[in-house]
């Protein structure tokens, strides 16, 4: 619900997936945190989970100070982090701050869905689902496979071609992600590139 905290106490582990399941408000964003001194909580997937953390649909949140892997036995599609608009309109206010992300490993040929570090992807075919108001932060990522950071495009990714490099100014406003921030993180050995704005 709006305004809710979800701390974890630093120096535990969790195995499995974190999925946020609600949104907050500009004035009571939900705030998923550590307490206590110590290291950042580890949430693992151990490749039992597609996505060690899921914020599907969901505006008007900050998830900060976790560890986070996805370590498999072979190679899949995997993430650390995924934060996923899906046939909702504008999703807003999603922040990434202080993550340190590892040891995913996913294929090391698929580029385009999540399969890597950190991702923020539009997985449906509504022409109006997009971001706003989204930031990774002070995140470093260490050994995934295939992509350290990524902002994927929207599913109108067509519209974008064919404007002799000039986009018309009424598709941006459509179909573009508006204020996106990726800054002060540190990516190393990344399986494929580093960081991907789209």
Known sequence: APGTKILFKAGTT???ALVLQGSGTEEAPIIVDMYGEGPKPHIEGEGKVRHTVHLKNV???TVRNLEVSNNAAQ??????????????????DVHLDSLDVHDVYGTLDEKTL?????????????DDTRFNNISVQNCTVKRVS???ISVGMTESYELWDGHGGIIPDEVKEKYGHTNVVIR?????EAGGDAIVPM
Request: with cysteine.
């Open 14 to 16: 969790y195995k499995g």
């Open 59 to 61: 505006n008007h949140v």
């Open 75 to 92: 190679r899949q599609l995997l993430s650390g982090v995924f934060v996923e608009a899906s046939g909702c309109g504008v999703m807003e």
């Open 114 to 126: 999540p399969n890597g570090g950190i991702y923020y992807e539009v997985t449906d075919e509504s």
């Open 146 to 148: 295939r992509t350290g």
């Open 184 to 188: 002060n993180n540190y990516v190393e």
